[in-house]
């Protein structure tokens, strides 16, 4: 066998490499490798939304998209309720109380849209949510605090929320890159949420955003 040149050495070490970094994931693997798709059907889908006006007055679903939309003199969920207007999808009947669970969506916040939570993961032992995205201005914060992406206006982003619930970390990826890490508070009601819901200050008097593509997995 005729001995190999330097180039082909090089290209041996170079599909070695290759393979070692799929192997560990790494290289933008696909962040579901691992995961199994938890089936959803409508009844999964839950809305909230102001509860004096109809349906069709805050979200439409048109085309596989999900359009919600809220303003900020907008009624509460419930009659009883103080909170904030808003426009969300729960996405409930999942036992999610341990394990470790992931939402994907592709999300769509349009210019104007300002101080609007658009994804959460509801429910923690402390307060009432483990985690909160919230658009000001077209960057994405957790809460009103860390920064977690910007400029995200008029565009579809994939948002990928990885919730370890069992060592108590939550991940999230933008475009499938890992943009910000936190640990959880604990156990709760939990389940993921997008939309739109009000800050409590510094919000655009509309506030919208869109969803497709939706889907919840697990390991
Ligand atoms: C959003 O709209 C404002 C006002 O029309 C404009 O100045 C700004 O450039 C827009 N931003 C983007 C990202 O399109
Ligand atoms: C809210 O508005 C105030 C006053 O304009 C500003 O100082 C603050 O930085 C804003 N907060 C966010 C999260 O944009």
């Known amino acids: 066998m005729r001995k190999m040149n330097n180039s082909g050495r090089c290209l041996l070490v170079i599909l070695v490499m290759i393979g070692a970094l799929k192997m560990f994931n790494f290289c933008g693997a696909d962040l579901t490798d691992g995961f199994t798709p938890v089936p959803l059907t409508e009844s999964n889908f839950e809305l909230q939304?102001?509860?004096d006006i109809p349906l069709d007055q805050c979200y439409s679903f048109v085309n596989g998209v999900h359009y919600l939309w809220v303003y900020a003199d907008d009624k509460p969920h419930d009659p009883s309720s103080h909170t904030?207007?808003?426009?969300?999808?729960?996405?409930?009947?999942l036992d999610y109380s341990s394990g470790v669970w992931q939402f994907e969506g592709y999300g769509f916040v349009p210019n104007g849209t300002s101080g609007a939570t658009v994804a959460q993961i509801h429910g923690t032992a402390h307060g009432a949510t483990t985690l909160i995205l919230r658009i000001y201005d077209g960057d994405m914060r957790y809460y009103s605090r860390d920064l977690v992406a910007t400029d995200l206006y008029d565009k579809w982003f994939r948002l990928n929320i990885i919730h370890n619930v069992d060592m108590g970390m939550v991940t999230v990826f933008i475009d499938g890159v890992q943009n910000f890490q936190v640990k959880d508070e604990g156990p709760g009601d939990l389940y993921f949420k997008c939309g739109v819901y009000a800050a409590p200050t510094n919000i655009s008097y509309y506030m919208e955003s869109r969803w497709r593509d939706i889907k919840i997995y697990k390991h």
């Open 49 to 51: 939304k102001p509860y």
């Open 84 to 93: 904030q207007p808003r426009t969300e999808i729960r996405i409930k009947g």
